[in-house]
């Protein structure tokens, strides 16, 4: 069983850049890929970035594409969500998942943990 906890959301202004981090416990997350997703209030959650196994290879979603950067290191079993030039669109919970079958999915259902989540509120 895997353990994800998110941190560093919280409030920014439009233009600002936050860094979010997702700390697994629990055992490791080095041969899982991993995916960022959030969720706007009244709206579904949505695909925001996944990240291979390794880090070598990465999706992201159009909306966030040229702004974000999902990264990870392996050696401290973290995943990291920067964004750059937030937007008021951005504001939404944020969630951090591991897809231990490595299906590199965009659905969250392929997701098999998930961490609680951590609140990205971004004014204009």
């Known amino acids: 069983q895997v353990q994800l906890v998110e941190s560093g959301g919280g409030m920014a202004q439009a233009g600002d850049s936050l860094k979010l981090s997702c700390a697994a416990s629990g055992r490791t997350i080095s041969t899982y890929a991993m995916g960022w997703f959030r969720q706007a209030p009244g709206k579904e959650r949505d695909f925001v970035a996944r990240i291979s196994r390794s880090g070598v290879t990465t999706y992201y979603a159009d909306s966030v594409k040229g702004r974000f950067t999902i990264s990870r290191d392996n050696a401290k079993n973290t995943v990291y969500l920067q964004m750059n030039s937030l937007k008021p669109e951005d504001t939404a919970v944020y969630y951090c998942?591991?897809?231990?079958?490595?299906?590199?999915?965009?659905?969250?259902?392929?997701?098999?943990?998930w961490g609680q989540g951590t609140q990205v509120a971004v004014s204009s």
């Open positions: 998942a591991a897809d231990p079958r490595r299906t590199y999915s965009l659905n969250e259902k392929d997701y098999d943990y």
